[in-house]
């Protein structure tokens, strides 16, 4: 299972569950049309000026993402074939979020203490 997420300056975004075997055009589907709706709690100011980042899975590498990533965020996303690399199979958060990777691996750690919580949010995915 693959979930999208992100985060911009202190505001943890929406998440979203990929579609299984993501390929190139399932990945673009999922930009084109859920991406905005993910956004919409976000400030204007904020969505304006943020940069999109992304890992260099082949998913994320496919020309027609590539294409769409120039139109709606010039000059502002990151990802493999752009001029701002991430590389492939990396964390998704850089090293200088070390707070957030401590929140997250105590919530990780909160789910391995209590498997309840995890059979509850999976009633919710189904």
Known sequence: MNIWCGVISNFVIKTFQLPPKLTGPRY????QHHLNELLEDVQLTLRENMWFMQDGALPHFA????QYLHEHFPHRWIGRGNKFVWPPRSPDLPLAFSELQQRIQEAA???KNNMEILFNSQKHLE
């Open 28 to 31: 673009l589907n999922c930009l």
């Open 63 to 66: 020309l027609p993402v590539h």
């Open 109 to 111: 750690n909160t789910f």
